[in-house]
């Protein structure tokens, strides 16, 4: 992809409870010339908003169309119980299904779990979001049943909550729009939320590899270089054998004056 074909921003959908703030700071260090608009949508509009062409990519609540989107599970929600400050059930540090069978507990209309059979009482009406449903447990109404994330979202202080591990639980996704050939600013958020370096071999930020007549040319010279320093070592021992040969010689000329000397001093006998 060369430059001219990059497109000058990427569109991130993402749900309530979903954070992209890290993942979002990674894509602006590997591409400071690319901007990411970010578009906030409820778990019910994000699949339709993706499909429509609204974002190029989202971080959604599964379940979705797998013949219209593509996804990847990126972690699962634990499932906690809102519930007031001075409620009975603060005293443990965990709350069964079965502990909320005599609560109201609060069905929004737009819940995210899948629930088989919902525990407790049921309210008088369902609440319409889980913004009021939250206003309604603060009002000792009922309680309700959330996955974590929008459990701090609606934080408040006079609320707190307690993980309910028998409770279906929330997944959230990276998914787009099902294609032959994934996008590349697609594929490059994929590297970004899966960890991958910016050297990966997948996306457009990779470093390309290099050219076979560049591999040769380094071959060459490195060839040559072997080479180089395989003639200088030859000449190096040759020139230190010799030096060795011409130390272990005597002088010739010095050793036949010395010879000649010794017979010189050596009286002769009468």
Do not use: C
Request: aromatic share 4%; net charge positive.
């Amino acid at each position: 992809m060369t430059g001219s074909d990059i497109p000058s921003s990427f569109r991130l959908a993402y749900v309530p409870g979903v954070t992209p703030t890290k993942w979002v700071r990674v894509w602006h260090e590997r591409l400071p010339h690319t901007s990411l608009e970010l578009v906030q949508a409820t778990a019910a509009e994000a699949p339709e908003l993706l499909a429509d062409g609204g974002a190029d990519a989202g971080l959604v609540r599964l379940p979705v169309d797998r013949d219209v989107l593509s996804a990847i599970p990126l972690y699962t929600e634990t499932t906690v119980v809102v519930i007031p400050k001075d409620h009975v059930a603060t005293a443990a540090e965990e709350v069964s299904l079965a502990e909320l069978s005599d609560e109201i507990v609060l069905h929004p209309l737009d819940d995210l779990l899948a629930w088989e059979t919902l525990p407790g009482r049921p309210a008088v009406e369902r609440p319409a979001t889980t913004a009021d449903a939250i206003e309604l447990v603060a009002a000792g109404v009922g309680v309700l049943l959330v996955p974590q994330s929008l459990a701090r979202l609606h934080h408040r202080k006079d609320l707190t909550y307690r993980p309910v591990p028998e409770a279906p639980e929330s997944r959230v996704a990276l998914s787009w729009p099902e294609a032959e050939t994934t996008p590349d600013l697609v594929e490059e958020f994929i590297g970004i939320v899966r960890g991958r370096t910016v050297n990966s071999t997948r996306g457009r930020a990779a470093t390309p590899p290099r050219p076979a007549k560049d591999k040769a040319k380094d071959k060459a010279k490195d060839k040559a270089k072997d080479n180089k320093g395989k003639r200088a070592g030859e000449r190096g021992g040759a020139g230190g054998a010799r030096n060795r040969s011409a130390a272990g010689r005597k002088p010739q000329s010095g050793g036949r004056t010395g010879g000649q000397g010794g017979k010189r001093g050596k009286p002769r006998g009468r």
